[in-house]
């Protein structure tokens, strides 16, 4: 069955650095996303790209957080200048189409820790 | 505001206990997922439904689209469905619920 890789599985940064999450969606899937999720609270939205463009931003994705799909398989999240509450899992997701009764498939996360 | 509630926040059961996860929203969605995350934290599809009911082993995931509530079922449930069961919404992104903490002892 297809999958969303994310790497690496862990990240530990030290505060101010950049950082950069990849994510290999599904071959075939046109809409990509990534989602954060800080210990103990709900899976948030960041963003989604269609196109080779951001479709749409939370209010989390500030300057400091950029997307590309450098060379059309991978999926990356930079982000310029870490925080502490940066700290949190990344979901990586793909899907076939952006709304209806379509899948999403989640990657199995990159966990950031900033220190 | 919270456009997606579930409940209950955390459930505890008997191995082999019928178990019930609610989730409203408030929103217009194309469709809801059930979700499971485990400890580690990667996320499972668990449905997609835009209507009606589905079926997947012992899960069972229902939407009424005119209430706006769904519900997933978990039957002769078993200590490794213990998870983190989300509702989530499927709009132009998805929007989370926070989740019901499921655990089942033997």
């Known amino acids: 069955e297809p999958e969303v890789t994310q790497t690496p599985s862990h990240q530990v940064t030290q505060m101010g650095q950049e950082v950069i999450l990849r994510c290999v969606p599904i071959?075939?899937?046109?809409?990509f996303y990534w989602y954060r999720q800080i210990l103990g609270q709900k899976v948030e939205f960041l963003v989604s790209?269609?196109?080779?463009?951001?479709?749409?931003k939370s209010e989390i994705f500030d300057d400091q957080f950029s997307v590309e799909r450098p060379d059309g398989s991978n999926f990356t999240l930079k982000i310029r200048s870490t925080k502490l509450e940066d700290s949190a899992m990344y979901f990586c997701?793909?899907?076939?189409?952006?709304?209806?009764?379509?899948?999403?498939?989640f990657g199995s996360g990159t966990r950031l820790t900033v220190v | 505001k919270n456009e997606v509630e579930q409940s209950p926040q955390n459930l505890t059961a008997q191995e082999g206990e019928f178990i019930t996860i609610n989730c409203s929203y408030s929103v217009g969605i194309s469709a809801l997922h059930w979700l499971q995350q485990h400890p580690g934290g990667g996320i499972v599809s668990l449905f997609m439904l835009s209507s009606g009911k589905k079926k997947h082993g012992r899960l069972i995931a229902t939407i009424n689209i005119q209430e706006k509530h769904s519900s997933l079922h978990i039957t002769a449930s078993h200590p490794r469905d213990s998870a983190v069961y989300i509702c989530?919404?499927?709009?132009?992104?998805?929007?989370f619920g926070t989740g019901t903490r499921l655990q089942v002892f033997p």
């Open positions: 989530a919404l499927n709009t132009d992104k998805l929007i």
């Open positions: 790209f269609y196109n080779n463009e951001i479709s749409e």
């Open positions: 071959s075939n899937h046109l809409y």
């Open positions: 997701a793909s899907s076939p189409t952006g709304e209806g009764p379509y899948g999403y498939t």
